[in-house]
C-alpha cells in the first residue's frame, strides 16, 4: 500500500470559530475548519490529484473556574 500513497504531505490547515455566550459560563462555538495539501496525493498516478477538506463543526463548550 506504501507503494502507491505518500506518507508525509505538505499542507495548510485553517481553523475560523466565534463564541456566543450563553448562561452559566457555556458557550456554543461553530467553527469552519479546512485542510488542503500543497503537494501531490498518489505516487506515478497519470494526473495531479490533491486533497481538500472542509469541515462545518458545532462545539459547546464551558468556562473552567
Do not use: A, W
Not at 498516478?45 to 463543526?57: D, L, T, W
Amino acid at each position: 500500500m506504501n507503494e502507491y500513497f505518500k506518507i508525509k504531505d505538505i499542507c495548510r490547515q485553517g481553523l475560523i470559530k466565534y463564541l456566543f455566550r450563553l448562561p452559566n459560563s457555556y458557550f456554543i462555538s461553530p467553527q469552519y475548519s479546512f485542510y488542503y495539501v500543497l503537494t501531490n496525493e498518489f505516487v506515478d498516478f497519470p494526473e495531479e490529484i490533491k486533497s481538500m477538506r472542509h469541515y462545518f463543526c458545532i462545539g459547546v463548550e464551558k468556562r473552567l473556574k
